[in-house]
């Protein structure tokens, strides 16, 4: 009997397989954890004017605010994407969820902008700790062929939390004030950590990567493959889960290093529009004449789009290419851009470009990710990701200081929007760049699958 027992090929396992009800429930608990980013990322925006007012200072200087807990966000994406590769996915969101929770409630008992801004940033650190580690894992139990799909899936979650956090806010905020909003943001993560705990496994291929217990990880992927017969197998085995010796260097060899840097500047030009327009759009447009509920009416649609943008992602870049498609987005995000700094005096005008801005910025986010997701191997994905997004958030670190600095010396609504037009333009460079170099680069095994997608846009 023990003759008969054999090793299967994981990648080719999950690669032949239909995408299962467990793997759906999987990115599915991935995607809620991207969901309380969005929700903590839009509420503060919207809550800013409230929050100032709270605690007498002008709404411009809570610019260092919303940076601190950007900061935070990069420092826990950068650190803790090292710490997933190393010890796994799995408690590394889980304690990330956690962490996060507990400084989301305690940032209500802030009586002082210094106070409020150092539990911010705490709050950021366990926010950046959990995202990349959320969609690296998801990545980890997808397809390859779905596997850009599934990265804007759960990356969805990002304007959905967006959206929830809008309408909430805009309910509780004139009855409760803006802590009871925070009370609510700090309790879900709570609430999907135990959830997290019980329900979500670690990454097989991970598992594989740092030679775990064998029984491990067939007991994962006999849920993954539908109650599959472990017993005439012997050990499962990955040619895409190989062990690496320090993650961050590994971003920088194989022919990774132009990539990984044009990479970064991609992902700071859209994240820092992305940011500038969520902490800072109600209140410019506010501060243009508009009333509150109109502002927040036009932040909300952008969040809007983001989620159809986000969500509709996978398909287009199927069906359009991989290639054009974020390039596209971009060069259209400048655009609409330009067009807002002519023509920002007409709600109806305002709402319907604010949309589709969302989707073409958040939808390019999804894009930026499947592409980074795909680009490195098992081994450092959760870093190469981590790294991509804490990189990036530099951009959205900088936007809300160029929000505040701005407004503080009385910029116009238009000559705000032109200086927008520059990030974006940036990033569809960059990204134009790498899809260049990549195509005409020989394909290695690492990149095999992206250069393929590459070429067949």
């Given at each position: 009997m023990e003759a008969e027992r054999r090793v299967v090929d994981?990648?080719?396992?999950?690669?032949?397989?239909?995408?299962?009800?467990?793997?759906?429930?999987i990115i599915c608990l991935c995607a809620a954890t991207v969901v309380l980013d969005g929700f903590d990322n839009q509420t503060i925006g919207i809550l800013a004017p409230s929050i100032a007012k709270d605690l007498h200072v002008n709404v411009a200087h809570l610019g260092v605010v919303f940076s601190a807990g950007l900061f935070g966000w990069m420092i826990g994406a950068l650190s803790m994407g090292q710490i997933a590769d190393r010890f796994g996915r799995r408690w590394a969101v889980i304690i990330s969820a956690i962490f996060f929770s507990l400084f989301t409630l305690l940032t209500t008992t802030a009586t002082t902008p210094g106070n409020f801004m150092v539990l911010w940033f705490m709050t950021g650190l366990g926010l950046g700790g959990a995202v990349p580690n959320a969609l690296a894992l998801a990545i980890e139990f997808a397809p390859r062929r779905l596997e850009a799909k599934v990265a804007c899936w759960v990356m969805t979650g990002m304007p959905t939390g967006a959206i929830l956090g809008g309408i909430l806010s805009t309910f509780m905020l004139p009855v409760a004030g803006w802590r009871p909003v925070l009370y609510f943001g700090g309790a879900l993560?709570?609430?999907l950590s135990l959830c997290l705990i019980v329900w979500l496994p670690e990454s097989p291929r991970f598992l594989i990567a740092v030679r775990a217990d064998a029984e491990r990880v067939k007991r994962i992927m006999q849920r993954v493959l539908g109650g599959l017969d472990i017993d005439g197998i012997s050990h499962f085995a990955s040619a895409r889960a190989a062990a690496r010796g320090v993650p961050v260097r590994e971003l920088f060899t194989?022919?990774?290093a132009i990539g990984t840097v044009l990479f970064w500047v991609a992902f700071f030009g859209n994240l820092l529009i992305l940011y500038f327009v969520l902490n800072w759009f109600p209140a410019m447009l506010h501060e243009s004449g508009m009333t509150v509920s109109t502002a927040v009416i036009a932040t909300t649609l952008f969040s809007v789009g983001g989620a159809v943008g986000v969500a509709s992602e996978g398909y287009l870049m199927d069906t359009i290419g991989r290639r054009g498609l974020p390039i596209a987005q971009l060069v259209l995000s400048a655009l609409l851009i330009g067009m807002l700094a002519r023509h920002h005096t007409l709600p109806w005008f305002v709402w319907i470009i604010t949309a589709v801005l969302g989707m073409a910025v958040q939808g390019a986010q999804g894009a930026l990710n499947a592409l980074a997701a795909a680009y490195y191997p098992t081994s450092v994905r959760s870093t190469g990701i981590?790294?991509?997004l804490?990189?990036?958030r530099t951009g959205a670190i900088i936007g809300p200081l160029l929000g505040a600095l701005m407004l503080s010396r009385h910029w116009s609504l238009r000559e705000i929007f032109m200086a927008g037009m520059i990030p974006s333009t940036m990033a569809a460079v960059a990204l134009a760049i790498f899809a260049l170099r990549l195509r005409r680069a020989a394909p290695t095994p690492t990149r095999a699958s992206l250069v393929a997608d590459i070429e067949s846009a």
């Amino acid at each position: 009997m023990e003759a008969e027992r054999r090793v299967v090929d994981i990648d080719a396992a999950i690669d032949n397989k239909p995408l299962g009800a467990y793997q759906f429930a999987i990115i599915c608990l991935c995607a809620a954890t991207v969901v309380l980013d969005g929700f903590d990322n839009q509420t503060i925006g919207i809550l800013a004017p409230s929050i100032a007012k709270d605690l007498h200072v002008n709404v411009a200087h809570l610019g260092v605010v919303f940076s601190a807990g950007l900061f935070g966000w990069m420092i826990g994406a950068l650190s803790m994407g090292q710490i997933a590769d190393r010890f796994g996915r799995r408690w590394a969101v889980i304690i990330s969820a956690i962490f996060f929770s507990l400084f989301t409630l305690l940032t209500t008992t802030a009586t002082t902008p210094g106070n409020f801004m150092v539990l911010w940033f705490m709050t950021g650190l366990g926010l950046g700790g959990a995202v990349p580690n959320a969609l690296a894992l998801a990545i980890e139990f997808a397809p390859r062929r779905l596997e850009a799909k599934v990265a804007c899936w759960v990356m969805t979650g990002m304007p959905t939390g967006a959206i929830l956090g809008g309408i909430l806010s805009t309910f509780m905020l004139p009855v409760a004030g803006w802590r009871p909003v925070l009370y609510f943001g700090g309790a879900l993560p709570l609430l999907l950590s135990l959830c997290l705990i019980v329900w979500l496994p670690e990454s097989p291929r991970f598992l594989i990567a740092v030679r775990a217990d064998a029984e491990r990880v067939k007991r994962i992927m006999q849920r993954v493959l539908g109650g599959l017969d472990i017993d005439g197998i012997s050990h499962f085995a990955s040619a895409r889960a190989a062990a690496r010796g320090v993650p961050v260097r590994e971003l920088f060899t194989e022919g990774r290093a132009i990539g990984t840097v044009l990479f970064w500047v991609a992902f700071f030009g859209n994240l820092l529009i992305l940011y500038f327009v969520l902490n800072w759009f109600p209140a410019m447009l506010h501060e243009s004449g508009m009333t509150v509920s109109t502002a927040v009416i036009a932040t909300t649609l952008f969040s809007v789009g983001g989620a159809v943008g986000v969500a509709s992602e996978g398909y287009l870049m199927d069906t359009i290419g991989r290639r054009g498609l974020p390039i596209a987005q971009l060069v259209l995000s400048a655009l609409l851009i330009g067009m807002l700094a002519r023509h920002h005096t007409l709600p109806w005008f305002v709402w319907i470009i604010t949309a589709v801005l969302g989707m073409a910025v958040q939808g390019a986010q999804g894009a930026l990710n499947a592409l980074a997701a795909a680009y490195y191997p098992t081994s450092v994905r959760s870093t190469g990701i981590g790294w991509a997004l804490g990189m990036g958030r530099t951009g959205a670190i900088i936007g809300p200081l160029l929000g505040a600095l701005m407004l503080s010396r009385h910029w116009s609504l238009r000559e705000i929007f032109m200086a927008g037009m520059i990030p974006s333009t940036m990033a569809a460079v960059a990204l134009a760049i790498f899809a260049l170099r990549l195509r005409r680069a020989a394909p290695t095994p690492t990149r095999a699958s992206l250069v393929a997608d590459i070429e067949s846009a």
